[in-house]
């Protein structure tokens, strides 16, 4: 993205819109790690009232790409490889606890709830292959790519509400080592030359779902840490 990353927003921006435009300019270097940055500055910038702009901050402190550093200070995130290495392996493990105490906790409704969203992911990645015969996922298209990422999201999240540990549900969301949405950008870029490692990891969540309803804690706990492993080991190098 080029330096109008930060051009003028539409008077109808919402602050959902403010945070994709300041977080596309984070990712581009159009703000640049360590830099200070200030509500008024950005909301000027991007042509939109201070509002919007205060909501998308909070959402990127939260997100841990904008730190604040005093009342009304805030710079972006500098994180040192060593340090992003450090939280992409706490994502791991701690991914990997919750599916072992959702193989403990989880209730017959929850499982069943787990067996609808890979049953639904099924059928898209079914309708994808099919229509796009021996090309496979590589040739999905941008919406059919996010519609099965969503599931597989979605698919964690609610691995992860089936432990009902409301602290260690929060010590994961902030260990997360890229948001929802980042994670959907880099796949994006990333599925059109590792379709059939994305492929596999999808299948992944099958073997997961089956160690969840046997109750096999050690067997869930083992293959989510795999899983997570492999999956944040190509986003972190994509």
Aim: negative net charge.
């Amino acid at each position: 993205m080029s330096k109008d990353a930060l051009g003028p927003m539409e008077s109808t921006s919402l602050a959902d819109q403010a945070y994709r435009r300041l977080r596309d300019a984070i990712q581009a270097g159009t703000l640049r790690p360590g830099e200070k940055i200030t509500e008024r500055d950005l909301a000027g910038r991007l042509g939109v009232s201070p509002t919007p702009i205060r909501e998308a901050l909070r959402q990127l402190v939260h997100d841990r790409v904008v730190e604040r550093v005093g009342p009304r200070s805030l710079r972006i995130a500098d994180h040192s490889a060593s340090a992003r290495s450090e939280i992409v392996e706490a994502e791991i493990r701690l991914s990997a606890l919750m599916a072992r105490l959702a193989a403990r906790n989880a209730t017959a409704a929850q499982l069943t709830e787990l067996v609808k969203i890979l049953d639904r992911g099924d059928r898209l990645v079914g309708e994808i292959e099919r229509s796009v015969a021996d090309q496979g996922l590589a040739a999905a298209t941008p919406e059919q790519l996010t519609a099965v990422f969503r599931v597989m999201r979605e698919f964690h999240h609610h691995v992860e509400g089936c432990v009902t540990n409301p602290v260690l549900e929060g010590l994961l969301e902030q260990a997360r080592a890229f948001s929802d949405e980042e994670r959907l950008d880099l796949t994006m870029r990333l599925v059109p030359e590792r379709a059939e490692a994305f492929r596999r990891r999808y299948h992944e969540h099958r073997e997961i779902l089956d160690a969840l309803l046997e109750r096999d804690e050690e067997r869930a706990e083992r293959l989510a840490m795999r899983h997570h492993r492999e999956a944040l080991a190509q986003l972190s190098a994509g």
